[in-house]
């Protein structure tokens, strides 16, 4: 295989990913965070309303901003002043994976919130790959 291709099915692989660092207790991972309803992002208010008579979750939730690309930036209601969760020994299964991200949204760009303590750490080394 020549090197081009390598460094090609080295992007298509779906390499794994260790999640390292700690918490900082900064409740960014908790406040304006983004939605998706399929591959959409939520842009509107109307869609917000509509999905919270679907599914009563989104209830615990409040617009807080938009971002670059439209879409609705939300804040979670459990949110205290001082970034610890309210509902802390309640929380969902969603809050309770983080800061897990599947490989495919790391792939399209997910990051960290701001000033996260923890970071993904590919388990492949791209030299080694090349070998
Ligand atoms: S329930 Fe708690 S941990 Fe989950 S988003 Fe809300 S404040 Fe954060
Ligand atoms: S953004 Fe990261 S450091 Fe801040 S509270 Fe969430 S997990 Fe902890």
Request: proline letters at 2%; one cysteine or more; aromatic letters at 14%.
């Amino acid at each position: 295989m020549n090197i081009i291709k390598k460094i090609k099915s080295f992007f298509k692989k779906t390499p794994g990913f260790t999640v390292k660092g700690s918490c900082k207790k900064c409740g960014n991972c908790c406040r304006n965070i983004t939605f998706m309803i399929g591959k959409d992002y939520l842009t509107k208010q109307e869609e917000f309303e509509r999905i919270k008579k679907l599914d009563s979750r989104y209830n615990n939730f409040f617009i807080s901003g938009k971002d670059e690309n439209n879409a609705l930036l939300f804040t979670c209601k459990s949110l205290k002043d001082d970034n610890l969760c309210s509902c802390y020994a309640f929380r969902s299964l969603y809050c309770r994976l983080y800061p897990k991200i599947e490989v495919k949204q790391l792939r399209a760009g997910a990051e960290m919130p701001e000033g996260c303590g923890y970071y993904n750490e590919s388990n492949v080394k791209f030299k080694e790959f090349l070998k």
